[in-house]
């Protein structure tokens, strides 16, 4: 059975990683549980500097009826400040396909990388809400550019939006084995955004009496996740909380550079991407860590049911970053491509030793 995987590589050490990642789905062979069929789409900086086009018309419409997932890289590119072409792909995905599930693992691969220097383990999951919150782009500015300038930026927070993401993260905590959940908010200073998530969170942990469910305030979490992140499993919240969050979780299992995400709805074609940006201080240059971008295509084998796959993928960068088989970022002396084809030769290496 074939699985249709759309590749936007992005910019940057964006367009490095995500070759890396794609050179590493290619390496575990026909004899994989599914085909994968590889399809790169050009979206990004040079589209949008060479036609004005940043997703071009019917783009999500194709995504939902050909492919069964997306691939994308970092975009951002200095020559376009306001990266507004950049929020058009990214929001386009996120919003117009209303993928409501931010997934962020933070999972520690290796004790080196951990810069607590503690031999606790680190593995729990943040859900964030993806379509709502102050993402959502609703407000303005006045008296732009004066000394009376005003911007204001509106948090919004629906019911349906904060039941679906509950639900979720209470569904894959039961469904992975994970007992232990925390609903972080603000609801002490923001009563009226982040009450509707006290009163979710008040009638949905009566539904999953077997998760050990819990609310903690953010400023509270963002500690307790530097004093003990062992504590751990599963983790809620809103939408710009899970965005500083998993940047503070990856800082604690080794950078940004090996971090993946995924952005979900079960009933639509979701994306996948890693969550670092596209770093144009170093692309070009072989330097960028692709492990992020690695894993990222890890979990979409996961979510596509390929969980062998995935598997296989995920020992392979365990094995690289023990073995010393890294980018400088994580003290090795390999380039992005070098990491790439250690990768690549280890997971086609662990596929034909299982055949």
Not at 67 to 80: E, K, Q, S, T, V
Not at 324 to 351: F, M, P, Q, Y
Request: charged share 25%; proline share 5%.
């Amino acid at each position: 059975m074939k699985k249709r995987i759309a590749v936007v590589p992005g910019d940057g050490a964006g367009i490095e990683v995500i070759r890396e990642a794609v050179k590493v789905l290619r390496a575990l062979g026909p004899a994989a549980s599914h085909e994968l069929e590889l399809t790169e789409f050009d979206w990004g900086a040079e589209r949008f500097l060479r036609d004005g086009v940043s997703l071009p018309e019917g783009a999500l419409e194709m995504l939902e009826r050909d492919f069964d997932a997306i691939l994308l890289g970092a975009l951002g590119d200095p020559r376009l400040p306001d990266n507004k072409y950049a929020m058009e792909i990214l929001f386009g995905f996120r919003f117009g396909l209303d993928l409501y599930a931010n997934i962020r693992p933070v999972k520690l691969l290796h004790p080196s990388l951990n810069p607590l220097q503690k031999p606790e383990r680190i593995d729990f999951v943040i859900y964030r809400e993806n379509t709502e919150g102050l993402y959502a782009r609703l407000g303005g500015t006045f008296k732009q550019g004066t000394r009376d300038e005003v911007g204001i930026q509106q948090d919004l927070n629906t019911w349906k939006g904060v039941e679906r993401i509950m639900r979720f993260a209470f569904d894959c905590a039961r469904g992975h084995g994970r007992k232990r959940l925390v609903m972080c908010d603000k609801s002490n200073a923001l009563p009226h955004a982040h009450g509707v998530w006290q009163r979710v969170f008040k009638t949905m942990r009566e539904e999953y009496p077997d998760i050990d469910s819990r609310h903690i305030y953010v400023d509270n979490l963002a500690f307790q996740m530097i004093r003990d992140p062992s504590q751990f499993e599963v983790i809620v919240t809103c939408n710009m909380f899970g965005d500083i969050l998993s940047d503070e979780g990856a800082a604690l299992v080794g950078g940004l550079g090996v971090t993946p995400s995924a952005n979900v709805n079960p009933e639509r074609v979701s994306m996948f991407e890693p969550v670092h940006g596209s770093a144009p201080d170093i692309a070009g240059k072989n330097l960028a860590n692709p492990v992020g971008a690695v894993l990222t295509a890890a979990m979409m084998l996961e979510h596509l049911g390929m969980t062998k796959e995935a598997a296989v993928i995920e020992e392979a960068v365990r094995a690289s970053i023990a073995e010393g088989k890294t980018t400088r970022d994580l003290g090795g002396a390999l380039g992005t491509r070098e990491v790439g084809d250690w990768l690549a030769n280890r997971v086609a290496a662990a596929r034909a030793h299982s055949r």
